[in-house]
């Protein structure tokens, strides 16, 4: 349970202090110029972590294996901070701005989830991985048993 909550609560963390920052971001820094500090930090960050938790050393290698996942994700990172930018920049309250960012994501992500997922599944069970299965509680894989009942916190949606 302990290996499923971390990554929340690093999520929750990061998150903050980057709304934090994005809204303290000066009005009159090109919103460009700002991500490219942003990052360049990212990216000596990156690289040091690459070497201080990595088994394998060679970063050559290794970004050899990358696929155009690292592209687009570059990309959805940059529409997603200059987003974030223009949203405080417009004058949203960071206790909104984000709010209703994130809503409005989770609705989109639901959308998405029921669309068939590449990997191991099968059609049946991707269409319930949104959890909109009409007339039904979804499944909950809870210890390794399926349950029919509101999940617990940091369950797993099956």
Same mark, same amino acid.
């Given at each position: 349970?302990?290996?499923?909550?971390?990554?929340?609560?690093?999520?929750?963390?990061?998150?903050?202090?980057?709304?934090?920052?994005?809204?303290?971001?000066?009005?009159?820094?090109?919103? !460009?110029?700002?991500?490219?500090?942003?990052?360049?930090?990212?990216?000596?960050?990156?690289?040091?972590?690459?070497?201080?938790?990595?088994?394998?050393?060679?970063?050559?290698?290794?970004?050899?294996?990358?696929?155009?996942?690292?592209?687009?994700?570059?990309?959805?990172?940059?529409?997603?901070? !200059?987003? !974030?930018?223009?949203?405080?920049?417009?004058?949203?309250?960071?206790?909104?701005?984000?709010?209703?960012?994130?809503?409005?994501?989770?609705?989109?992500?639901?959308?998405?989830?029921?669309?068939?997922?590449?990997?191991?599944?099968?059609?049946?069970?991707?269409?319930?991985?949104?959890?909109?299965?009409?007339?039904?509680?979804?499944?909950?894989?809870?210890?390794?048993?399926?349950?029919?009942?509101?999940?617990?916190?940091?369950?797993?949606?099956?």
């Amino acid at each position: 349970m302990r290996n499923k909550r971390w990554p929340i609560l690093m999520v929750v963390a990061a998150n903050t202090l980057y709304n934090v920052c994005a809204k303290s971001t000066p009005r009159d820094v090109n919103g !460009f110029a700002s991500l490219a500090v942003t990052y360049a930090a990212a990216a000596v960050c990156a690289v040091l972590l690459f070497y201080l938790t990595g088994e394998q050393k060679n970063l050559a290698a290794r970004l050899g294996k990358t696929n155009w996942t690292a592209w687009v994700l570059g990309l959805s990172i940059v529409g997603l901070e !200059f987003g !974030f930018l223009c949203v405080y920049r417009a004058g949203w309250k960071i206790s909104t701005g984000n709010l209703v960012a994130s809503i409005t994501l989770s609705c989109v992500l639901l959308a998405v989830g029921i669309l068939p997922q590449s990997g191991d599944s099968d059609p049946p069970e991707d269409f319930g991985n949104g959890g909109l299965r009409v007339g039904a509680v979804p499944d909950y894989q809870v210890n390794g048993e399926n349950e029919r009942r509101a999940p617990p916190l940091f369950c797993q949606i099956r």
